[in-house]
């Protein structure tokens, strides 16, 4: 199993980003997949998810209207788009997938990467 990010990096307050996770080693589809951040100092926390086939999204308030979650599961890869960045936005983005089936979790995580939204 293997999630890797990819496409952070430095840029301007009000510029854009568009991460992106590619999956291998499962099922991509059947899982639910989920962004979250960590900032120094402080807790990770949920920035969006979107659901298996993607018809449902959920935003951290924080994010509404500027980042867009997406999948492209014949790809195996998920993207979050990230526009009018902040500086509060500045923090390590990390792609997570979950699945239960048969009672069990399954939750994998990739190994980050980092965006950094400074003048």
């Known amino acids: 199993v293997l999630l890797v990010e990819s496409g952070g990096g430095l840029v301007q307050p009000g510029g854009s980003l568009t991460l992106s996770c590619a999956a291998s080693g499962f099922t991509f589809s059947s899982y639910i997949m989920n962004w979250y951040r960590q900032a120094p100092g402080k807790e990770r926390e949920l920035v969006a998810a979107i659901s298996q086939s993607g018809g449902r999204r959920n935003y951290a308030d924080s994010v509404k209207g500027r980042f867009t979650i997406s999948r492209d599961n014949a790809k195996n890869t998920g993207y979050l788009r990230m526009n009018g960045l902040k500086p509060d936005d500045t923090a390590v983005y990390y792609c997570?997938?979950?699945?239960?089936?048969?009672?069990?979790?399954?939750?994998?995580w990739g190994q980050g990467t980092q965006v950094t939204v400074s003048s």
């Open positions: 997570n997938v979950v699945n239960t089936r048969d009672g069990k979790t399954y939750d994998y």
